[in-house]
């Protein structure tokens, strides 16, 4: 929840800057998120904080992301977690443009009573891996939508497809 909350703040915090040459390359947005897989389907929000690579087609983001799990009648498991993601545009073109993405993970799980088996809480466990994935933005400069998917090899509970969509400002 931290993560998610640094996020957030640079995200309010970096408009507010004064300008310079560097501000075309930032970048930063919010989305609407689904692990496919996790807890038989947790959506959840996340932020992300990006800049992309002078003369080549690769962008860089932060990202943080709290999910709501649906755990039953006790309701206490909780999925969070950050991730580095590097995106590398197939078709560099300003309107629609489809990439690439990979990068390290990492899953905060609070697997809850129910999927430990136990009348108590079971262990939070973090863990951390690899994700690889497609995506495609769509827009023009100081504005795009982009929707990715992705595998991530994370125990979160479990190895998981994640799917986004959401809303870029800034290059």
Same mark, same amino acid.
């Given at each position: *929840?931290?993560?998610?909350?640094?996020?957030?703040?640079?995200?309010?915090?970096? #408009?507010? *800057? #004064?300008?310079?040459?560097? &501000? $075309?390359?930032?970048?930063?947005?919010?989305?609407?998120?689904? $692990?496919?897989?996790?807890?038989?389907?947790?959506?959840?929000?996340?932020?992300?904080?990006?800049?992309?690579?002078?003369?080549? #087609?690769?962008?860089?983001? %932060?990202?943080?992301?709290?999910? /709501?799990?649906?755990? %039953?009648?006790?309701?206490?498991?909780?999925?969070?977690?950050?991730?580095?993601? +590097?995106?590398?545009?197939?078709?560099?073109?300003?309107?629609?443009?489809?990439?690439?993405?990979?990068? +390290?993970? $990492?899953? /905060?799980?609070?697997?809850?009573?129910? $999927?430990? %088996?136990?009348?108590?809480?079971? &262990?939070? @466990?973090?863990?951390?891996?690899?994700?690889?994935?497609?995506?495609?933005?769509?827009?023009?400069?100081? @504005?795009?939508? @982009?929707?990715?998917? /992705?595998?991530?090899? +994370?125990?979160?509970?479990?190895?998981? +497809?994640? *799917?986004?969509?959401?809303?870029?400002?800034?290059?």
């Amino acid at each position: *929840m931290r993560h998610l909350a640094c996020v957030v703040v640079l995200g309010l915090v970096l #408009p507010l *800057m #004064p300008s310079s040459p560097a &501000e $075309a390359q930032l970048s930063y947005g919010g989305h609407v998120v689904e $692990a496919r897989d996790a807890f038989g389907g947790a959506r959840g929000l996340g932020a992300r904080v990006g800049v992309s690579v002078p003369l080549l #087609p690769l962008r860089a983001y %932060g990202t943080a992301e709290y999910f /709501r799990p649906d755990c %039953g009648p006790l309701d206490r498991c909780g999925l969070s977690g950050v991730s580095l993601d +590097v995106n590398y545009a197939i078709l560099p073109i300003p309107l629609l443009s489809p990439y690439l993405t990979g990068g +390290v993970v $990492a899953r /905060r799980v609070h697997p809850g009573p129910a $999927a430990a %088996g136990l009348s108590g809480d079971g &262990e939070a @466990f973090t863990d951390r891996g690899v994700h690889l994935g497609v995506g495609v933005t769509a827009g023009v400069v100081g @504005f795009r939508l @982009f929707g990715e998917a /992705r595998y991530e090899f +994370v125990r979160a509970p479990e190895r998981q +497809v994640v *799917m986004r969509i959401g809303l870029l400002l800034g290059s």
